[in-house]
């Protein structure tokens, strides 16, 4: 999973700083996330999140200079325990091998959610947004939340974890005094 960097390029979309989770070592200073990629989102979790269900997804783009650039996304596919043959992986890099044939940024750049009211911080998180920026660096989550959405403006948040919640999540050290 490596980054493509570029030196020039014109923005399209406005730009999010990652004040959540931006630390000051942090190779990505702002994001940039394409429209298509707010649409995508809403459109997952309106077909198959109703309900209590969370919709999530992969996020794709590149690295240039200091901003992460988020151009396009895939959802995880919702199946269920008869689906037992279903390999998820293999879903994903054909995915993105059918996006690069067709000139998409294919570049894994972090993953999304969706949530309600806010409430999304969890163990599963932390482990998956560990294993994404363990593996990937600029990786990011994005959390949309369609409940707050509806009630007039887009809920959608960008994080990433600091470098000391990075080391307690690597040493398993959830205790009181970690």
């Keep these: 999973m490596a980054t493509r960097k570029e030196s020039t390029s014109t923005p399209t979309a406005p730009m999010a700083s990652t004040s959540p989770g931006a630390t000051l070592d942090s190779p990505v200073k702002q994001i940039q996330i394409e429209g298509l990629v707010v649409l995508k989102m ?30 396009n996304c895939f959802p995880f596919p919702q199946h269920t325990e008869d689906d037992a043959d279903f390999d998820e992986v293999q879903y994903q890099m054909e995915m993105m091998r059918s996006l690069r044939h ?16 806010g409430s999304f911080v969890s163990r599963a ?6 294993s994404y920026q363990h593996a990937i660096e600029e990786s990011v989550v994005l959390i949309y939340d369609p409940i707050k959405t509806a009630q007039g403006s887009l809920s959608l948040k960008a994080y990433r974890l600091t470098p000391k919640l990075m080391e307690i999540c690597k040493e398993k050290d959830f205790s009181a005094e970690g």
Excluded: A, M, P
């Design 42 to 71: 809403i459109k997952h979790y309106q077909e198959e999140g109703q309900g209590s269900e969370v919709v999530q997804g992969v996020l794709l783009g590149l690295v240039v200079e200091d901003r992460l650039e988020i151009t």
């Design 102 to 117: 067709v000139n998409i940024d294919h570049l894994h750049v972090g993953w999304y959610q969706s949530t309600y009211y």
């Design 125 to 130: 998180l932390l482990d998956s947004q560990f």
